[in-house]
């Protein structure tokens, strides 16, 4: 098993088509990058939060980035469930992106998820970053989409914990949701856990497609 010390990765570039995507997706990374890296500068962006979404993804990204000193939270408006009609639009604002940051990771939603406007930005974030290295995080949820995902990031037990703290706390529009909840999250920690044999039992993972190893 190959093991990559998190302290070399400095700036970060995240993606998500919703306001509680990233938080769900790489939330625990996020916060576990946040404590080990004192230079840490993290682009988070939310391409589509209507009302009171929006309110809802500002509070929590500044919670989870708390310890960030350098940081960028910018939210969109793109039209929520027609991402594929809002390509051309979701592109160009992606390209200014790329014009702003050379990130060492960008985490972006799993290509195979079922969700029209996760498959989206996947698809863009590949398009647009592509000599970047790129991790997709998965999202549970009724269409059954879960895969067999490539990268582990162990979470101490904490971290894990304030993870579902947060998204507990800060998006209570989805409280009504059937998978919205404790058990459905710490469950997908404890499974991702296992798989990679994290001494807290809980991790995160995700998809890599494409990694490129140099020697130093």
Known sequence: M????????NRVLCLGAHSDDIEIGA???LLRLARQSS???VWWVVCSAPVPRAEE????AEEFLSSVSRKQVMIGSFRESYFPS?????KEWFEELKAKI???IVFTHYRHDRHQDHRVLSDLAWNTFRNHLILEYEILKY???????NVFIPLPEEIASRKVDLLLKHFRTQSTKHWFTRDTF????RIRGVECASASGRAEAFYCRKLVLEAS
Not at 57 to 60: F, G, K, L, V, Y
Not at 86 to 90: D, F, G, Y
């Open 57 to 60: 993804a500002h509070r929590s």
């Open 27 to 29: 939330g625990g990374t």
């Open 102 to 104: 050379n990130p060492d």
């Open 2 to 9: 190959l093991r990559v010390p998190l302290g070399l990765v």
């Open 143 to 149: 269409d059954g989409d879960l895969g067999q995902p």
């Open 86 to 90: 809002e390509w051309p639009a979701i």
């Open 39 to 41: 230079d840490l500068e």
């Open 186 to 189: 710490e469950a997908m920690h």
